[in-house]
């Protein structure tokens, strides 16, 4: 079995989006399941710790996204998912806010991307105004080796929504992938089997399926998929 872990504070459901965000981790989940193979179990990060990993026999993890400021979670109610972060145990992939979270984890800050420059016009008026951002599907510039990126291609499209970045990477960890914005998009740790994006990968279109073959060739590297 795997876990898709809902990283999302509770107050992220009363947003406009919320019922948009409750309704798509059923749907990221059966994703998840399709592309693994493997049942997936969906759970509040509140309730996620390694009693949970060993009672079901969890062969791997992935973290959601979230839209909610960091510092607005109870340290308390992260502290299982963190110690299963921390302990390395099982493969793990982060997707953005899941990304974010890895890193802090592993004592690395989260920090606003940067203001805009002076008259620099904001693509995204309406999502954190005056701060660089990045939203909508766009390309990554993917460089290095690796089985990840098995038929990638050199500038894959893959959905982005943030404000905030990972402006050092944790120890263990290699970039592969960078746009203008935002340095760190892709980060591997090959010892401990994660990785992390920047970007979302679970919404993955038809138009633009780059994210689907990613996680797929994730499930392969970490040895949840036979080749």
């Not at 107050?11 to 990221?28: C, M, V």
């Not at 995204?124 to 993917?142: F, L, Q, S």
């Not at 982005?160 to 050092?168: C, G, N, Q, V």
């Not at 633009?208 to 499930?219: E, S």
Request: proline share 7%; with cysteine; net charge negative.
């Amino acid at each position: 079995m795997i876990l898709f872990v809902d990283a999302e504070h509770e107050t992220g459901f009363d947003q406009p989006w919320g019922e948009f965000l409750l309704a798509n981790r059923t749907r990221i989940s059966y994703r998840l399941e399709d592309i693994s193979g493997d049942r997936c179990l969906l759970q509040r990060y509140t309730n996620v710790d390694p009693d949970l990993i060993d009672a079901y026999d969890i062969r791997a993890m992935f973290i959601s996204g979230s839209g909610t400021d960091p510092a607005d979670y109870e340290p308390a109610g992260q502290e299982g998912l963190r110690q299963i972060i921390s302990d390395a145990r099982i493969p793990i992939f982060g997707f953005c806010g899941g990304f974010q979270l890895m890193a802090e984890t592993f004592g690395r800050p989260i920090e606003k991307i940067g203001p805009l420059e002076e008259g620099q016009v904001d693509p995204n008026p309406d999502y954190e105004p005056g701060w660089k951002t990045e939203t909508g599907y766009a390309p990554i510039e993917v460089f290095g080796d690796h089985p990840l990126f098995a038929g990638l291609g050199s500038v894959p499209v893959f959905r982005h929504a943030h404000s905030l970045e990972i402006k050092e990477l944790p120890e263990g960890f290699t970039n592969y992938g960078r746009t203008e914005v935002t340095e760190h998009q892709l980060a591997v740790n090959d010892k401990t089997r994660m990785l992390g994006t920047q970007f979302h990968p679970e919404y993955y279109t038809d138009e633009h399926p780059a994210g689907r073959r990613l996680i797929d060739n994730f499930c392969v590297w970490s040895g949840i998929k036979p080749v």
